[in-house]
């Protein structure tokens, strides 16, 4: 009776003082495990586990296994899940319009240009643009540049004229599709693979490695590289759960993003490399590389969408990206 008394005593303090309490966070994304963004969710469980001695679990869910894009953020936000990578487009509809810059078509030439924002001041300004809305931004994943798909050629701005792409939900990714002649259908990314079988939709935009890890070069025949915008991600936290976290946890767990975030920006143009190869190799899809001209005629049809969102994004936001990627739709 004294021993059991005891041991209740202890049990009682351990569970007060979170000694032997494990703390799990739920890691929830759309993607195949097998994308940079399902790698390196993998990547930051395991340096989770390790840096914490156990302390802290990261379980991941991929593949919408959870919840799709809308309803992941609100998620997080009730606290339901404590850790998201969503993309950067998912960030306007929730009223941080500023994200929708990363959306512009043709604003970054490559990704030394979007590590200008992304890892210096603006991009950690945007981040803290989120913390009213109770959710912490930790770090921006690297995805990479979005091709075209359709079952029709796409080489010049006419070919998209008449045909139905699913877009994420942004206002500048409707006007995009609009510049074009297209006609713009948002839709949850589990879904697209099904709306472009049944023919729902004819076309879509992704980097190649969601491209190919959802299988939709088997439902497209033609995939155009045009590499006309970014898609990457930013990590996010339910900013009451990281707040209250122990101090040393939460700077082993910051440890890990770190060595995550490092891991992820590595990997990110590999994997879409690998997808590439592979949607050849599959023989399903036609993969067609723009010549320049080609490319230079969908960036001017597309550059009105810079002068025509300027007010929804924020002329101050705008200029902050353009002094940083030297982008002038104006001189096109
Ligand atoms: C999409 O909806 O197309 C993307 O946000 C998917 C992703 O998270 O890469």
Not at 23 to 50: L, Q, Y
Not at 82 to 110: I, R, Y
Not at 298 to 314: E, F, N, W, Y
Request: charged share 25%; with cysteine.
């Amino acid at each position: 009776m004294k021993v059991s008394k005891l041991m209740l005593g202890l049990l009682l303090s351990c569970a007060a003082l979170g000694i032997g309490a494990q703390t799990i966070i739920k890691f929830s994304h759309v993607v195949a495990a097998d994308t940079p963004k399902g790698k390196a969710a993998e990547f930051f469980a395991r340096k989770a586990a390790e840096l914490t001695h156990g302390k802290v679990k990261v379980e991941v869910y991929a593949n919408s296994a959870l919840y799709k894009d809308k309803e992941e953020v609100e998620a997080l936000q009730i606290g339901a899940v404590q850790m998201l990578a969503p993309s950067l487009a998912k960030f306007g509809p929730l009223g941080v319009k500023e994200f929708e810059a990363f959306d512009f078509p043709f604003m970054f030439d490559d990704t030394a240009e979007l590590h200008l924002i992304t890892q210096g001041p603006v991009g950690a300004s945007l981040l803290a643009k989120l913390e009213p809305k109770g959710i912490k931004g930790l770090a921006y994943w690297d995805n990479g540049f979005k091709s075209f798909s359709a079952n029709t050629p796409l080489k010049m701005p006419a070919d998209y004229k008449g045909k139905k792409f699913r877009i994420q939900s942004s206002k500048v990714l409707e006007e995009q599709i609009r510049s074009v002649g297209g006609i713009p259908q948002v839709m949850a990314f589990s879904e697209v693979y099904q709306a472009l079988q049944t023919g729902v939709v004819d076309g879509t935009e992704n980097p190649i490695s969601n491209f190919y890890t959802q299988k939709m070069h088997e439902v497209q025949k033609h995939l155009s590289i045009t590499n006309h915008g970014y898609l990457g991600y930013a990590v996010i936290v339910n900013k009451k759960f990281w707040d209250g976290l122990p101090t040393d946890l939460r700077g082993q767990l910051e440890q890990a993003m770190k060595e995550a975030t490092v891991y992820a920006n590595k990997i990110a143009q590999e994997e879409n490399d690998q997808a590439l190869a592979g949607v050849r190799k599959s023989g399903k899809t036609i993969v067609y590389e723009p010549t320049k001209e080609e490319r230079l005629a969908l960036k001017k049809a597309m550059a009105p969408v810079h002068i025509k969102m300027t007010d929804r994004v924020g002329k101050e936001t705008l200029q902050q990206f353009y002094k940083a990627t030297g982008f002038d739709p104006t001189k096109l």
